[in-house]
Nanobody, 121 residues
């Protein structure tokens, strides 16, 4: 199994920055796609950014140019640097990974517990 621990959320003013971290631990053979999703109250959970194990990244249009996703494979950690934050970025942010675990040749999906990001106007 894989455990994901997120950190870095909080309250910030419009235009500010935050950096989210998500550390994976457990019986990991490999981590493939690592992603950040977010869910605002009353809305569906949306993909924010994704990074493949070769470093290729993709972003939702709403965050392009403001957010940057990166990963440290030695630490099994994915980061989300969020700049020029807006009130509409307020949401619970969830980490997601595709992982192959010891004893299995298949990959499974794992979610973090979520971290609140609030941007005040």
């Amino acid at each position: 199994q894989v455990q994901l621990v997120e950190s870095g959320g909080g309250l910030v003013q419009t235009g500010g920055s935050l950096r989210l971290s998500c550390a994976a631990s457990g019986s990991i053979v490999s981590l493939n796609a690592m992603r950040w999703y977010r869910q605002a109250p009353g809305k569906q959970r949306d993909l924010v950014a994704s990074i493949a194990n070769n470093g290729r990244t993709s972003y939702a249009d709403s965050v392009k140019g403001r957010f940057n996703i990166s990963r440290d494979n030695a630490k099994n950690t994915v980061y989300l640097q969020m700049n020029s934050l807006k009130p509409e970025d307020t949401a619970v942010y969830y980490c997601y990974v595709d992982a192959v675990v010891i004893g299995s040749r298949f990959q499974y999906q794992y979610w973090g517990q979520g971290t609140q990001v609030t941007v005040s106007s």
